[in-house]
């Protein structure tokens, strides 16, 4: 008998398809050993020596292998191939006394049954650098949260906890609620033309006015608008030069973790979380009919672009059975990473047969599961499709001494926008000639006000992580799921992470105290030092010494220096104490502001304060939009329906979600025309 153990039950589930009845695939659950959760477990004084038990969890998973392993000829351990795999498989092996020199261990980007018996074919040991690199993460995370959150009990709240990549994560949340806060709003105004050419109408916008090129905020007020419009009025418009520009777009890179969990996150409203979690169900395994269960993608954590020779000839050879010869790049396309530590060894996510296409397999998914599958089969396969080819053109118009600017854009061949249709919109206007005179239809003028930078997306905030060289792969979802699950942030009307009270509260504490912890170079350069032990540059346990001994004795003095009063001020106010008739006064607590009684520890009357998310204004050109509907009722529920931004731009959506999933489309005014003038 041959004992193959892999980490979950679905992926044993798959891969038991592709192998004889006498191979028996077992799953271990996840990690069979960690840390204990009662104590430190870490021997600080012998060179950080990790001591490992088995969770209580893991127990009766733990006794069925030892059970097997008795029984078998031959153990396989085939975890996941990055450093958390490699790491399971180490556990595994100790745990079931395995020999520490035998290759059986197997690796595969994908889940079918080519890739599986390919693997059996190569086993090879485990890797003590990845396993070393892991461990090594484990315990510089274990040391700093089971130093500094009993810091942040004693200082700040009780059951606060602190992370070393966390802190940094919630550091950009609120930098950026500090930009909102501080941002001062500034009213300018636009000039339109609107313009009629042989019967045709079009619009320009003015962009020079008495000699002068006018940047956003040349026209600060109505009045100033109005003048420059009544001089307008009476203006004979010309066509003053025509811009032609022929664009070549090139299809964007395959996805790695980082892109597809902000695409994901643009597109199809997931969270980071979300994405990751449908992404590992397509990669473990689909069934897709009584005798077929295979992984539909690739390894969903990754930071490579590369793709197999194998699957660029599938994806061309799709392209031109779908799409036509002329839709297939001219040569296989291959992708340079800008991230010199990607690992190059790995792919990029994929589908595992580009002839599944995502109609094909719909029916065996989930409506989330086949919308994250259609994006990544459209984005893999685009990779391979020939540019797209669009004219853009530029005309200026002549009005006296003013200038006009109108630009447009047609699509003259679609190439990979017919597989991947990024939001590329066609602006056609009319066919114009030098010198040639126009018809002034109307002039408007528009108010704006300049806007405050967003909150981060999940989107937003993974591609910080990502420039900041904060966290890897395999870390940004549970980072951004970690520190919503403190009570760090919380997430505003439109989903965008907003820091809580507690949470700027905890970071202004460590930006001022321990500065390094949230120091965006710091940070990223203890991720590179990993990176150094999984190649095998350094020992791990020395990059565990430089960071944590200094670490230790800073905290040490800040025990001592700092007092609670210090980190947290009571905020006065003219409430009083329906108890004992002293004056309330606003602490902060783990979940936030709240009102205690002044007398404490005498009385020990307190109220909460409910602390809503501050709401964020929509995106200017959808401001329109928020009084046009601002009396807009359900029709399924009756609450309130609030404007969401989507993939396809602007749409209702019940604000009873996730009660009532009501959502109502939100037309532009060519949608509007459109749909009005169909038969």
């Known amino acids: 008998m041959r004992l193959i153990i892999v980490e979950s039950p679905t992926k044993a589930k798959t891969i038991s398809h592709f192998l004889a009845k006498t191979d028996i695939v077992e799953s271990s659950f996840g990690h069979v050993r960690d840390l204990p959760t009662k104590k430190l477990g870490v021997d600080i004084n012998n060179n950080f020596e990790p001591e490992y038990e088995v969770p209580a969890k893991a127990k009766k998973v733990a006794a069925k292998l030892k059970s097997l392993v008795k029984k078998a000829d031959e153990v396989i351990l085939a975890t996941d191939e990055d450093r958390e795999g490699e790491a399971i498989a180490w556990h595994l092996q100790q745990l079931l006394k395995l020999p520490a020199k035998q290759k059986n261990r197997i690796v595969f980007h994908e889940i079918t049954e080519s890739a599986i018996k390919n693997a059996l074919k190569t086993p090879r040991e485990l890797d003590y650098n990845l396993i070393n690199a892991q461990q090594a993460r484990r315990i510089l995370d274990r040391l700093v949260g089971y130093e500094l959150s009993p810091f942040l009990w004693k200082k700040v709240a009780k ?46 916008q003015l962009v020079k006015w008495q000699g002068k090129t006018l940047d956003k905020l040349a026209i600060t007020n109505q009045k100033e608008a109005q003048k420059i419009k009544e001089q307008l009025l009476e203006a004979n418009y010309n066509v003053q030069k025509i811009t032609r520009e022929k664009i070549i777009k090139i299809p964007p890179a395959p996805f790695t973790t980082s892109t597809l969990q902000q695409v994901a996150n643009r597109w199809l409203g997931f969270s980071a979380k979300q994405t990751m979690v449908l992404a590992q169900q397509l990669y ?58 990607a690992q190059e060894a790995h792919e990029a996510i994929r589908p595992t047969n580009p002839n599944r296409t995502p109609e094909s397999v719909k029916k065996y998914l989930d409506p989330r599961q086949f919308r994250l599958y259609e994006l ?19 005309i200026n118009i002549e009005a006296d001494s003013a200038m006009f600017l109108a630009t447009g854009q047609t699509i003259t061949f679609p190439g990979y926008l017919s597989i991947y249709p990024e939001q590329t919109q066609e602006k056609i206007l009319p066919h114009l000639t030098d ?9 408007t003028t528009d108010q704006h006000f ?37 009570g760090y942030v919380i997430r505003d009307n439109y989903k965008r992470l907003e820091p809580t009270a507690i949470g ?72 009083v104490c329906d108890k004992c008739g002293a004056k309330m006064v606003i602490k902060i607590g783990r979940y936030g502001p709240f009102l205690a009684c002044s007398a404490f520890p005498k009385c020990r009357n307190i109220k909460s304060m409910k602390s809503k998310s501050t709401p964020q204004e929509l995106p200017e050109k ?18 309130k329906m609030v404007i969401k931004i989507g993939r396809y731009g602007p749409f209702l959506a019940c604000s009873a979600f996730p009660k009532c999933r009501n959502i109502k489309k939100i037309y532009t005014k060519k949608q509007q025309s459109t749909k009005t003038n169909k038969p």
């Open 159 to 204: 059951n606060l906890s602190a992370g070393r990549v966390q802190s940094a994560a919630v550091r950009l949340i609120v930098e950026r609620e500090r930009e909102i806060e501080a941002f001062i709003k500034q009213e300018y105004w636009t000039i339109s033309a609107h313009l009629q050419a042989h019967k045709e109408k079009f619009t320009a």
């Open 284 to 341: 473990e395994g689909i069934n897709l009919g009584p005798e077929e269960q295979v992984g539909l993608i690739t390894y969903m954590r990754t930071d490579a672009l590369d793709l197999s020779n194998e699957f660029i000839h599938q994806a061309r050879a799709v392209i031109q059975n779908n799409f036509g010869s002329q839709f297939i790049a001219k040569t296989p396309r291959k992708f340079i990473n800008k991230n010199k530590r």
């Open 376 to 394: 990544i089969w459209q984005r893999a396969l685009a990779s391979q499709a020939a540019e797209a080819q669009i004219d853009h053109l530029s």
């Open 435 to 443: 010198k040639e005179p126009l018809k002034l239809l109307e002039l």
């Open 450 to 486: 300049t806007q405050p930078p967003a909150r981060y997306s999940d989107a937003g905030l993974v591609k910080q992580l990502e420039k900041y060289g904060i966290g890897r792969p395999s870390t940004y979802a549970p980072i951004i799921a970690t520190i919503e699950k403190r």
């Open 504 to 575: 700027k509260i905890v970071n202004d504490l460590l930006v001022k105290h321990f500065p390094n912890i949230v120091d965006y170079q710091f940070t990223a350069s203890i991720e590179n030092s990993l990176d150094d032990i999984a190649r095998g540059e350094v020992a791990w346990s020395k990059i565990i010494a430089d960071f944590y001994w200094p670490f230790h004795q800073h905290l040490e003095e800040k025990s001592q220096e700092l007092s609670k009063k210090d980190i947290m001020p009571e905020t006065p106010t003219n409430e």
């Open 622 to 639: 959808y401001q329109h939009l928020a009084k046009k509907y601002a009396n807009e009722v359900c029709d399924k529920c009756g609450a």
